[in-house]
């Protein structure tokens, strides 16, 4: 079992930033982020690898969001610039030590509670 615990999020305007952290119980082969916005399904945002090397993006956040990744802290973060409206929701963390599809939400075991972010225009 691996337990995930997110923080970071909040109220921002349109343009600002917010870091994201999420602090999990061990380290595993890789960890996301997803988002849901009310009436939504959830969505992939972001994953990175066990050593950080490797890092995916949905094209919607590409230019604008950072994933990175504390292995001596099982610690992931992301760092969001530029932030939009759109970018509302609850933004969960996902860890898994199964191989599979990064950007499928079924490919990973475990989650967090979910952090909400708010982008006010």
């Known amino acids: 079992q691996v337990q995930l615990v997110e923080s970071g999020g909040g109220l921002v305007q349109a343009g600002g930033s917010l870091r994201l952290s999420c602090v999990a119980s061990?380290?595993?082969?890789?960890m996301g982020w997803f988002r849901q916005a009310p009436g939504k399904e959830r969505a992939f945002v972001s994953a990175i690898n066990w050593s950080g090397a490797s890092s995916y993006y949905t094209d919607s956040v590409k230019g604008r969001f950072t994933i990175s990744r504390d292995t001596a802290k099982n610690t992931v973060y992301l760092q969001m610039n530029s932030l939009k409206p759109e970018d509302s929701a609850v933004y969960y963390c996902?860890?898994?030590?199964?191989?599979?599809?990064?950007?499928?939400?079924?490919?990973?075991?475990?989650w967090g509670q979910g952090t909400q972010v708010t982008v006010s225009s």
């Open positions: 996902a860890a898994s030590d199964l191989y599979g599809d990064f950007a499928l939400s079924s490919a990973y075991e475990y």
């Open positions: 061990r380290r595993t082969l890789r």
